[in-house]
């Protein structure tokens, strides 16, 4: 994770050296898109509930859910997140929220048909630890310049380079478009493996949390078994929420893993039973 950070960072650095070098001013790009990520995150929470048509539950509503999260929170000595249902079959679970205060914990009914009460347990605790190592928060930081350079490649070439000298030395507005776009890809690759990895890093959360990485792998195996017998509308109305799901609800193929917010199920487990037998 630090050294794909790394490298996210030196291609930031290069491409505002770049914006700078060539005289394009990039104050009024970047409050748009400031503005644009700042919305995300603070409203981050209500955003996606509203958009997977989760609802929150009181303790009286769920009070076995409520229950396990009240537990694994002590355990994980963290501040009890709002808890949240949403009524779909697609087996799954995901977690939103600016910080640890500002937290929600959504499970969809699906999963909890489902799983075993330790499986569950397990699934919450991976959860809870993107909430614990403030994943979102991260992610939103590292998005942003990608997010910038996104725009430019999508608008430069409509309304030039923004008053820029396009006579300057390395300058131009198509060298401007080509640079943005490199950067773009570039970054869009790396924030993807990223995501697996604190994927991964969610994953030992959760083994270290419960003290059962077996628990975890069996709901990995599970959930993915499950998810080819959904009816393909389900798992169509779910499909933009693959990056905060536990497993993605449509996957790829072997090839496309490159561009996957999640490692493989397969590889996930690999690991898991790694952790299950170095505990032994």
């Not at 990520?37 to 048509?53: E, P």
Request: some cysteine; aromatic content about 10%.
């Amino acid at each position: 994770m630090i050294f794909t950070m790394f490298l996210l960072a030196a291609v930031y650095f290069l491409f505002l050296v770049f914006l700078s070098y060539n005289g394009t001013p990039t104050v009024v790009m970047m409050l748009f898109v400031g503005s644009f990520m700042a919305i995300q995150y603070f409203y981050s929470d209500k955003l996606v509930l509203w958009s997977t048509g989760a609802h929150i539950v009181s303790e009286s509503e769920a009070p076995q859910l409520h229950g396990i999260i009240t537990r694994l929170c002590a355990i994980a000595d963290l501040p009890k997140p709002q808890v949240a249902i949403v009524r779909t079959q697609v087996p799954n679970a995901f977690a939103t929220g600016r910080n640890q205060n500002n937290a929600v914990v959504a499970v969809t009914t699906g999963i909890m048909d489902k799983l075993s009460p330790a499986e569950l347990e397990a699934v919450i605790a991976h959860e809870l630890t993107h909430v614990k190592n403030r994943d979102m928060a991260i992610m939103t930081i590292a998005s942003f310049i990608s997010t910038l350079a996104f725009y430019f490649a999508r608008y430069v070439l409509y309304f030039g380079d923004m008053g820029g000298d396009r006579k300057k030395e390395g300058g131009g507005v198509l060298l401007v478009w080509l640079v943005s776009l490199a950067v773009w890809a570039i970054s869009f690759l790396l924030i993807r493996a990223l995501s697996r990895y604190r994927e991964y890093a969610a994953d030992r959360g959760a083994a270290i949390i419960t003290g059962q990485p077996s628990n975890l792998a069996s709901a990995l195996m599970k959930i993915s078994g499950v998810m080819s017998k959904v009816p393909r509308e389900d798992l169509r109305s779910v499909e933009g929420m693959n990056a905060f799901f536990i497993i993605p609800a449509i996957s790829g193929s072997s090839i496309m893993d490159l561009f996957s917010t999640h490692p493989s199920v397969e590889k996930r487990i690999a690991k898991l039973e790694k952790m299950q037998q170095d505990l032994g």
